[in-house]
C-alpha cells in the first residue's frame, strides 16, 4: 500500500510504502530513479542497518525496536522491525512491511501542521525517533537489574531471579548490537548535517544508549558471575565442615575397626578397664582434634 504523507506543495514528497509488492517497488523505482540493487535491499528483512550514498541519492535501513516482540526474541530480527529510507533532494520514501505508528506521529505532527518543510528534517526526525524506541527499554532494564542485584544478594529465590537477568542480558544484548549497527548511519547524518541542531541531538542520543546497553549486558554479566562465586564459595562451605567431620570421626573408626577384627588373642579386650580406657581415648582424641581446630581457626 503506498501513502502520500507530503506533496510537493509542502515542500517535498513523502511517498509512505507498506509491505509493498514487487511490481509496486519496481514501479516506484523507475518513476523516481532508484537502484534496483537497493530496491531488493529494501525488501530483505534480514538486513541490518546501513547507509549507502548512490550519486545525490541517499538509501537507509534502520531498525525500530518491536514493542510487542517477545520477552525471550534473541534476535536483531525478532526484536525490531526493518524501515527502508530513499532521500533526494524534494523527496523521501519509507518502505516497511508492517505498520510503522512513528512515521504516521511524524507526519501528524510536522507535516500536516507545516512545521517541517524539508525533506532532511524528516529524515532526521525518523532516524531519531527510530533511535527513541530503544530508550524507554533500555531504561527499564536498568531499574529491573538494580532490583535483581538486591534480591541476588538477599538470597531471594534466585534461580527464579537468574533466568529473568538472563533474560534481560539476551534483549539488551542485541539492542545493543542494533545501537551499535546504528553508529554508521547516525555519522554519516551528522556529518551531512552537522549544522541542523537534529544532528547532534542524534548523536547523542545514539551514544548515550550504546552506554547505556553496554552497561546494562556488563551489569548483567556481573550478577551472573557473583551467583557463579556465590554458589562456589557455598559449595566450598559444604565441603569444609564435611572435611571437619571427617578429621574427626577418622581417627575413632581406626579405633573402631581394629577393635572390631574377629582376632583369637586380644588381651585388651579381656581387660576390665578396656571399655573405658578405649572411650577415654575417643574423648581425648576428639578434645585434641577440636582445640587444634581452634588454634588453627579452622572453627
Same mark, same amino acid.
Given at each position: 500500500m503506498v501513502e502520500i504523507f507530503s506533496e510537493k506543495q509542502n515542500g517535498f514528497t513523502w511517498l509512505d510504502?507498506?509491505?509493498? *509488492?514487487?511490481?509496486?517497488?519496481?514501479?516506484?523505482?523507475? !518513476?523516481? =530513479? #532508484?537502484?534496483?540493487?537497493?530496491?531488493?535491499?529494501?525488501?530483505?528483512?534480514?538486513?541490518?542497518p546501513k547507509f549507502e550514498q548512490i550519486e545525490d541519492k541517499i538509501f537507509i535501513i534502520i531498525r525500530v525496536l518491536d514493542q510487542e516482540a517477545r520477552?525471550?526474541?534473541?534476535?536483531?530480527?525478532?526484536?525490531?522491525?526493518?524501515?527502508?529510507?530513499?532521500?533526494?533532494?524534494?523527496?523521501?520514501?519509507?518502505?516497511?512491511?508492517?505498520?510503522?505508528p512513528l512515521l504516521r506521529d511524524l507526519k501528524t505532527?510536522?507535516?500536516?501542521?507545516?512545521?517541517?518543510q524539508k525533506e532532511n528534517e524528516i529524515l532526521?526526525?525518523?532516524?531519531?525517533?527510530?533511535?527513541?524506541?530503544?530508550?524507554?527499554?533500555? *531504561?527499564?532494564?536498568?531499574?529491573?537489574?538494580?532490583?535483581? !542485584?538486591? =534480591? #541476588?544478594?538477599l538470597r531471594k529465590k534466585v534461580p527464579d531471579i537468574l533466568k529473568s537477568v538472563y533474560k534481560v542480558k539476551r534483549r539488551a544484548s542485541v539492542c545493543f548490537r542494533i545501537i551499535t549497527l546504528m553508529d554508521d548511519v547516525v555519522r554519516r547524518l551528522n556529518e551531512l548535517y552537522k549544522?541542523?541542531?537534529?544532528?547532534?541531538?542524534?548523536?547523542?542520543?545514539?551514544?548515550?544508549?550504546?552506554?547505556?546497553?553496554?552497561?546494562i549486558v556488563d551489569e548483567s554479566n556481573h550478577l551472573l558471575n557473583i551467583y557463579i562465586s556465590f554458589t562456589s564459595q557455598r559449595t566450598g562451605e559444604v565441603m569444609r565442615v564435611l572435611t571437619i567431620f571427617s578429621v574427626f570421626f577418622m581417627?575413632?573408626?581406626?579405633?573402631?575397626?581394629?577393635?572390631?577384627?574377629?582376632?583369637?588373642?586380644?588381651?585388651?579386650?579381656?581387660?576390665?578397664?578396656?571399655?573405658?580406657?578405649?572411650?577415654?581415648?575417643?574423648?581425648?582424641?576428639?578434645a585434641v582434634i577440636y582445640f587444634w581446630f581452634k588454634r588453627k581457626r579452622w572453627l
Open positions: 510504502v507498506t509491505n509493498p *509488492t514487487q511490481e509496486e517497488l519496481m514501479e516506484i523505482a523507475g !518513476e523516481h =530513479a #532508484i537502484p534496483r540493487s537497493s530496491v531488493k535491499d529494501s525488501l530483505e528483512p534480514e538486513h541490518l520477552t525471550k526474541a534473541g534476535s536483531i530480527q525478532q526484536a525490531s522491525r526493518k524501515i527502508a529510507i530513499f532521500y533526494d533532494k524534494g523527496l523521501l520514501i519509507t518502505i516497511h512491511r508492517s505498520e510503522q505532527k510536522y507535516v500536516d501542521t507545516g512545521k517541517v532526521l526526525h525518523i532516524v531519531y525517533q527510530a533511535l527513541k524506541t530503544y530508550e524507554e527499554p533500555a *531504561t527499564r532494564f536498568a531499574e529491573e537489574m538494580d532490583v535483581y !542485584e538486591s =534480591a #541476588i544478594f549544522k541542523h541542531y537534529l544532528a547532534q541531538d542524534l548523536l547523542d542520543l545514539q551514544l548515550r544508549l550504546s552506554i547505556l546497553y553496554n552497561e581417627p575413632l573408626t581406626f579405633i573402631v575397626g581394629i577393635y572390631g577384627m574377629n582376632f583369637d588373642f586380644m588381651p585388651e579386650l579381656r581387660w576390665h578397664y578396656g571399655y573405658y580406657f578405649t572411650l577415654a581415648a575417643m574423648l581425648l582424641i576428639t
